[in-house]
């Protein structure tokens, strides 16, 4: 069975202040790992797909890399904005985690 | 274009009525999804269709729920009857193609059973 397990379950950083996030995954077959972003009272919003070991995905301040066991969710220098809830999911039916819940105080 | 719509946005119930929520998918998308969001168990996928057909329902939790998807343009998950505990936000989705796992969330139904 498809599992993702993401931590830590919330982050608190001052704006400027650089961390990663983690999402650990088990499926049978990586057909892709998907970070999503989700803002309080809406649906996720898709950020980035992964297919393989090595490979990596920018946008802005987020940075995917992905292993064979983990994916790491890069921020860096982050602004209050980006400050909500960001999910990862794999498999052939989409399976989500937890997510990490990120604040960024100014 | 308008995205993914989710009606009703928010709807109160009392244990054992009948709900029905409903999606427009994005025009075009041939991939529809249905999860459900809690506190305690984050969002979990109920139920995808491809091309209007059902492909897993084994996140469905029980008989009561059940989901539709008549045409392209237009799918239900309806509960009956409803519970407390089914109480959360009711995701659908689209995508054009699924194998990129970019999805297109709608607002969400969020669900309160008394």
């Known amino acids: 069975e498809d599992q993702v397990t993401q931590s830590p379950e919330a982050l608190r950083l001052q704006e400027g202040e650089s961390s990663s996030l983690n999402c650990s995954y088990t499926?049978?077959?990586?057909?892709?790992l998907f970070w999503y972003r989700q803002d309080p009272g809406k649906g996720p919003e898709f950020l980035f797909t992964?297919?393989?070991a090595g490979e990596e995905k920018e946008k802005e301040r987020l940075k995917a890399t992905l292993t064979k066991k983990e994916s790491f969710l890069h921020i860096t220098a982050p602004k209050p904005e980006d400050s909500a809830t960001y999910l990862c999911?794999?498999?052939?039916?989409?399976?989500f985690g937890k997510g990490t819940r990120l604040h960024i105080l100014p | 274009d308008a995205g993914v719509i989710q009606s009703p946005r928010h709807e109160v119930t009392e244990m054992g009525q009948e709900v029905t929520l409903r999606c427009k998918p994005i025009s075009g998308h041939n991939s529809l999804f249905w999860y459900r969001q809690t506190m305690m168990r984050g969002l979990e996928l109920l139920i995808y269709f491809n091309n209007n057909v059902p492909i897993d329902d084994s996140g469905m939790p029980e008989d009561r729920f059940s989901a539709k998807m008549p045409n392209a343009s237009f799918s239900t998950l309806k509960i009956q009857p409803s519970e407390p505990r089914d109480s959360a936000v009711y995701f659908c989705?689209?995508?054009?193609?699924?194998?990129?796992?970019?999805?297109?969330f709608g607002e969400g139904s969020r669900l309160t059973v008394l």
């Open positions: 989705a689209s995508s054009l193609q699924k194998n990129t796992g970019e999805l297109f």
């Open positions: 992964l297919y393989s």
């Open positions: 499926v049978s077959g990586l057909r892709g």
């Open positions: 999911a794999v498999g052939d039916k989409i399976i």
